[in-house]
């Protein structure tokens, strides 16, 4: 089965300051996609970053960035200058193929 | 970005009565289109894949009698929840993707409330 594992229920980090949430997950496709959605309260989805797992380069948009590990099944997500408005529950995804699979998520908070 | 629209965006119904939700893509032609449901502070849970013009695939134990997924056209696609019960009572929220696309773009969801 192809899954995926987000270790993580809560966490918190000070406004301005960095935070790395953590994903790993599980397959033997060589070739797949990676996502890190926010949802806020409105529980609208957000993609916040892709990665293709072909792509050695790690993806960065602003002020989030991911580290991509491929051997080991990980893809973390940085958080760089926290702001109040990044509080929300962020779900790792991940698309071998058709369909797209969700982490448990991480809800972060972002203190003032 | 791609945009995709739910209605309603909540519904209360009583126990035994039928609900139906749309999904529209409201800018581009969404082949394939997946709904999820989402329990609080749970993750999504992928129910259902549409192709248009196709029979949804259903994953294992999610009943297609009860959740009956129909994608008419490449920009509408409808669950409707039968005979529904209060533990149906869910946030459903449903996604599309474009031909060759690889991002999923989602609705905003629906809350449905059985009583």
């Known amino acids: 089965a192809q899954t995926v594992t987000q270790s993580q229920p809560e966490m918190s980090v000070q406004e301005a300051e960095t935070v790395t949430l953590s994903c790993t997950y599980d397959?033997?496709?060589?070739?797949?996609?990676l996502f890190w959605y926010k949802q806020p309260p409105s529980r609208q989805m957000i993609l916040v970053i892709r990665?293709?797992?072909?792509?050695?380069q790690n993806a960065t948009e602003n002020r989030f960035s991911v580290n991509f590990q491929k051997a080991a099944k990980s893809f973390s997500l940085k958080i760089s200058d926290s702001q109040l408005g990044d509080t929300a529950m962020y779900f790792c995804?991940?698309?071998?193929?058709?369909?797209?699979?969700f982490g448990a998520g991480t809800r972060l908070t972002v203190k003032p | 970005g791609a945009v995709v629209s739910q209605h309603p965006s909540w519904v209360i119904c009583k126990s035994g009565t039928s609900v139906k939700i749309e999904c529209r893509s409201l800018?581009?032609?969404?082949?394939?289109m997946f709904w999820y449901r989402q329990f609080p502070k749970q993750s999504l849970m992928l129910m259902a894949t549409?192709?248009?013009?196709?029979?949804?695939?259903?994953e294992q134990g999610v009943e297609k009698d009860k959740f009956l997924i129909n994608h008419a056209s490449l920009t509408l696609s409808t669950l409707t929840v039968t005979s529904a019960h209060p533990e149906d009572s869910s946030f459903y929220i449903c996604?599309?993707?474009?031909?060759?696309?690889?991002?999923?773009?989602f609705g905003p969801g629906t809350r449905l409330t059985v009583l």
């Open positions: 996604s599309a993707r474009g031909l060759g696309g690889s991002e999923q773009f």
């Open positions: 397959t033997s496709e060589n070739n797949y996609y």
């Open positions: 990665q293709e797992a072909y792509k050695q």
């Open positions: 995804a991940f698309m071998p193929d058709n369909d797209m699979r």
């Open positions: 800018d581009f032609q969404a082949t394939t």
């Open positions: 549409s192709n248009e013009g196709s029979k949804a695939t259903y």
